[in-house]
Structure formats: C-alpha cells, structure tokens
C-alpha cells in the first residue's frame, strides 16, 4: 500500500507545481518564474525576471535595473519579451516655429504640436530704408499682430557671418488685440570701415517678441551698411 501511495503523491505534487506555476520567483533567481500564457494581456514585465505571468507573485525588483524599452507578448504559450527599436532622429517644426520629436511611447509618431492657443501672434520688420551709411538713424517698425492682449518684450538686433552684433535693443510693451506698432530708432556705427569688427555689406536684421517666457513671433529682414 505505501508503494503505491508513493508514485501517487510524486504525481499530485507534479501537477499542482504544473498548474500553480513555480514556487520561486524572487529578484535574485528570476528562471523559475511561472512564463505561461494564453494571451498577452496575461503577461507583465519585472526587472530582472522579465516576462512573467501577471498572476505569478514577485518579491521586488532591483533599483538599480535600467528597464528595457519594449513590451511582454505572448508567443506559443510563453510570455517572452519584444525589444522596441528606438525611433529615428528626426524633428517636425509646428506653426508656432517649435519643432517636436518621435515618441518612442506613441510608436513612434510625433509628439503633439502645442495647441493652437499658443499661436496668438505674428509680426513683420519695416524699416525705413534698407541701406544706411555711418552715423545716420534708422527708424525700424515692428508691427505686431496679436490676438490677444498681453504683456510682452520685443527686442532687435543685427547679425552677421562675422558675428558682429552693432544693434540690440529690448523694449517692453502691452500688447492689445490686433495691430500693435513698436518703433526703433537705431543709430548706425560712425564707423563702417572696419572699426570694431564693422565693415560694410550686408546685415541681418532680426526681430522677436517674447511674453510668459516663451518667443511667439519672430521676423527677419536685410539690411546694408554703406562705406563711408
């Protein structure tokens, strides 16, 4: 009667291991972690285990694991893990001139342009002449276009391939819906002929509004300075 009680009991205690899954599934031995599944959704990721089933208690994780991008699947009855290859480089620029990446959380696809709220103002550079020799006043008007009121700085200045920069100026304004003109009167270098790194030829003249810590509108235009 023992003998036969023997093989019978090796047998029970086989199959409740089989149906119950393993009995060690601890951070330090992650191999005798239940891995069987019916389907995906029965599987989750431990670190270091891996996959395992969701059903199958863990004891913890290491701190210090660095998580792999991807996701546990099940495949032939087995939760196994599908590294996600990271996405390409590449930049999407949005209305308002920011420019936004690949999410590897998305698939892949771009992240979301601000909303459209942020778009709120556009501006152009008009001044009143484009060629200036030393010395003289140029008069710049910025005209703003907003749809909103606000408070804002508007700023200006010259650059060049020299990294020469003879104008830079800031001012702030109130901003009100519609049209806003914010004129500059800059006066030109006495000396255009090399003095300070200034020589004639063509300049870059940039203008930008800023308001809430954020640029909402920038414009460029050219401009030259003549030889004396």
Known sequence: MQKTFLPFFLAMLLLAVALGGCVNCSVNDGSGCNKTCSTSQDCKHVCPAGCINKAQPFDGMDAQCKMQVGECRCVFGQCVFEEQK?????????????????NLALGCEFDDCPEADNVWARMSIFPDRYSYRSGETAIVTLEV????????????????????MFIDESREVQLKPGSNDVEFSILMPFCTSGCGGVFPGLYTLNASVESGGKVVAVSETTIELLEE
Not at 89 to 97: L, N
Not at 145 to 164: L, Q, Y
């Open 145 to 164: 276009s907003s749809a909103r009121s606000a408070d804002a700085v508007v700023n200006i200045w010259s650059s060049s391939n020299t990294g020469v």
């Open 86 to 102: 990271p996405c390409t480089e590449e930049a999407k620029v949005c209305p308002d001139g920011t420019t936004v990446s690949r």
